[in-house]
Structure formats: structure tokens, C-alpha cells
């Protein structure tokens, strides 16, 4: 195969590629790149909506990092760290980004991994090599199931290698000098620097719970699962990570003993489309109990069904690949359906505007409330409300007029549909 010249996506250089499909075939080793310090690349890729950190060679060293992925990051946190840590390398929080870590050094072997996990989640061209021939691939999931389904996993392992699934609470490098190698990471096709987050790929929990049973089968290996933390016995989960979605269950599941607090919530979220009124779901929910083994107290259930129809009357019940009424869909076949070729994260914004906004009214968008409830970032919903706007859905018409008494204030932006929904 004949060497073709790619100019690398980071900092302008030429590279040698051996093909576009870094998966499918050699990735130069010993390519001469220049490594991105913290200072060069935090702020583009904070404005791409990613959320970053500076970090200690591989190593994390800001306090609480494991959180940062949920808060909304200040340009003035960045400029701190660029004050104070500018020349370290730059490390990626993962949450709603997610990280297929492919640390094999047989070339042939991590290529053909590489080429298995795209054929099985699709292509993404956020690869970023440190020490070749190991890779990550970058992938999105809903945050909602980002919480607690994905914290823990590992994937499979060979003789000369791993790989694993890297979620919530884990970094990743995403720029600098590899401290074992003293080369830069680097990112042949797109990178963090160069594109925004709604560009990397998006990926439903069911793909890559079916994956990982597929690559450890793959691979040969004994599964490799890490235990997620036991949760404390819930007399009410709070929120949709409290559950983790376990591709077993159904509607006639009878769980087991272990299982029951988090499988009733499982339940409830499935069925809460059914019924108009709270009580409604609970009397289903309490039969349902009553079929298990060694049923949960009455208090549990009805407290459960609580928080469940909280969270549906608020906009804020998603189940799983699914979506419930008036709930923003999540799975990636409906969010394709709303507009031809429109990023989830605006899919989720235009799906809300739509259902809660007067058409034939000018309205205004609060970033932080509507950022909470969508379950994205300040970065990535101001990006949603900029595609939003250069889909010609939605016109930014001016600010909302200021309150007397606070003259010094900045209005809110207003906006208005293009098109009658």
C-alpha cells in the first residue's frame, strides 16, 4: 500500500498515513509531532464544550476531578490553570464522553480490536494515539445513563493487552508529551481541538452492553467487570442512575432479591407513560411488587413511585433507548427523526422548545435551567442553540428588555421559531 501525506488535524504538520482508516491498517511509528502544552489548547477545547483538566503526565492531580464532567466549566477556572499549570498535558473528564482504551501493543491484534469495536459501535474519527500502537476511541452517551451504568466497566483482556471502557470518573490524555515515550499524543483524523462535542459519535447503552459481551467472547478472555460500588438500600431513588438498565429485564421479570429496589425503579420509569395520575402507578407498581419473592415494604414502593412521577411531571423521566411522553428522546433512531442530520444535543434543545415555547411569540432560552434539564453543559447548549440557528429553526430577535431597578444588567437573548414547528 502506497504511503499517502495527511496534514495532522492538531498543529499543521505532515504525517505519513498508511490509510484514512486508522483502524484498518498501520499508524506510523516514531512520527515527529510537536506536543500541545495545557496553555496551547485549553481554552478551544473548553469553548468545544469538552471538559478538561490539567494534569501530571498521566496522572490527575485537581481536586474532585472525578465530578468536574457534571459542572459547567468557567473561563476563569481555565485561565487559573493555565496561570498555574500551563505546561502540563491536558487531560479529558469523561462522563457523557466516554473512552474505548485499547492498550495492546501487538500492532496486527490492535488494529483488528480497532476495527471490531467501529464495527460494532460505528466509526469514530476521534482516535488519539499516545504509545503506539495503543489508542483511545472517543464515543457519547446520554449523561443520564453515564451516572452510575457505565462506572466500574472493564472490558476484556488478552495475553498482550486490555482493553476497557472508561466513563464517569476517569480521565483520559488528550494532548502533551506521553511520559513513557517523550513523544506528543496525537489525533490523525478529528481531535477535541478541532471539532465539537456533538461531533463525536453517539452510541445507545444497549450497544455497547451487547459490545462488551461480544469483544470478551472475542477476545477469549474471562469477563473482566468491575463491581460498581453497592449502593446504599434505597428507600427512594433520586435520580435515573440510581438504576442501573440491565438488557434482562422486562416487564415480567421477576428480580432477585438484590435486584429489587433497582429493578421496581426500572419498572416504574417504564410504566409511568401509561398512567395520567400518580396513584395510578403506584397501584400497578405495588401488584407488581407483590408477584416478587420477597416483596419491598409498601412505604419503599409508594415512595418510589414518588420520585418517579416527580421526575415525569418535571421533564425529567428518560428511560431506556426510549422516551417517555413529553420527555426528550434519547435513543439515536428517534433522535435522527426529528431533523435530517441535527445533533443529538439539538435535537433534545428544538424537541423542548417546541413542546413548552408559544410559536408565534419571541422567547428566551436560560442556559443554566435549561442546560439542568437537558442534562448538558452550558458549552454544549449554547453549540445546540448555535446549530439551532444555523439550521434556520430558531433567530436570535435581541434581548429581553431590562428590569428598572437593575439598569446595569444585560438582557436575556430572544429568540423566535423560523418555521411553525
Avoid at 108 to 129: C, I, K, M, W
Avoid at 304 to 318: F, N
Amino acid at each position: 500500500m502506497t504511503p499517502k501525506q495527511t496534514p495532522d488535524s492538531d498543529n499543521g504538520h505532515e504525517s505519513t498515513a498508511m490509510s484514512p482508516r486508522v483502524g484498518q491498517a498501520e499508524v506510523p511509528l516514531g512520527a515527529v509531532r510537536q506536543a500541545e502544552t495545557f496553555r496551547d489548547v485549553a481554552l478551544r477545547v473548553r469553548e468545544n464544550g469538552f471538559v478538561i483538566m490539567p494534569v501530571d503526565g498521566k496522572t490527575a492531580f485537581v481536586k474532585n476531578f472525578n465530578a468536574l464532567w457534571r459542572l459547567d466549566q468557567s473561563v476563569s477556572t481555565i485561565n487559573r490553570w493555565i496561570t498555574t499549570h500551563g505546561g502540563n498535558n491536558t487531560g479529558l473528564c469523561l462522563g457523557e464522553v466516554v473512552a474505548i482504551d485499547i492498550d495492546i501493543d501487538e500492532l496486527t491484534l490492535a488494529n483488528d480490536v480497532h476495527s471490531y469495536v467501529e464495527a460494532q459501535l460505528g466509526e469514530s474519527p476521534f482516535v488519539r494515539f499516545g504509545r503506539q500502537p495503543r489508542r483511545v476511541l472517543l464515543y457519547r452517551v446520554d449523561r443520564l445513563w453515564a451516572e452510575n451504568v457505565l462506572k466500574g466497566w472493564s472490558v476484556g483482556s488478552t495475553q498482550t493487552g486490555k482493553v476497557e471502557l472508561l466513563g464517569p470518573g476517569k480521565q483520559v490524555v488528550i494532548f502533551g508529551t506521553h511520559p513513557d515515550t517523550g513523544t506528543a499524543y496525537f489525533w490523525p483524523q478529528k481531535s477535541p481541538l478541532i471539532a465539537t462535542i456533538d461531533e463525536v459519535p453517539w452510541i445507545d447503552f444497549e450497544e455497547l452492553d451487547a459490545f462488551k459481551v461480544k469483544l470478551d467472547e472475542r477476545l477469549g478472555s474471562t469477563p473482566t467487570v468491575a463491581k460498581a460500588p453497592a449502593p446504599s438500600k434505597p428507600s427512594a431513588p433520586t435520580t435515573v442512575g440510581d438504576a442501573p438498565v440491565s438488557a434482562k429485564w422486562s416487564l415480567d421479570y421477576l428480580p432477585k432479591e438484590g435486584e429489587r429496589a433497582q429493578y421496581i425503579y426500572w419498572y416504574a420509569r417504564e410504566k409511568a407513560a401509561e398512567y395520567k395520575a400518580e396513584d395510578e402507578l403506584a397501584k400497578d407498581m405495588i401488584a407488581k411488587n407483590a408477584t416478587f419473592s420477597k416483596p419491598l415494604t409498601d412505604a419503599e414502593v409508594l415512595a418510589t413511585a414518588k420520585s418517579v412521577w416527580k421526575q415525569k411531571s418535571e421533564g425529567r423521566l428518560m428511560r431506556s433507548g426510549k422516551n417517555a411522553p413529553a420527555v426528550l428522546p434519547t435513543s439515536r433512531d428517534t433522535l435522527a427523526a426529528c431533523v435530517p442530520d441535527l445533533s443529538p444535543h439539538a435535537c433534545k434543545l428544538y424537541l423542548l422548545l417546541v413542546a413548552t415555547r408559544d410559536n408565534r411569540k419571541n422567547f428566551t432560552i436560560p442556559q443554566h435551567a435549561t442546560a439542568v434539564l437537558l442534562n448538558m453543559g452550558k458549552p454544549t447548549l449554547v453549540a445546540a442553540i448555535k446549530t439551532l440557528i444555523a439550521r434556520d429553526l430558531i433567530d436570535r430577535v435581541g434581548e429581553k428588555q431590562k428590569e428598572k431597578d437593575t439598569p446595569w444588567k444585560r438582557g436575556a437573548a430572544m429568540y423566535r421559531f423560523l418555521r411553525a414547528p
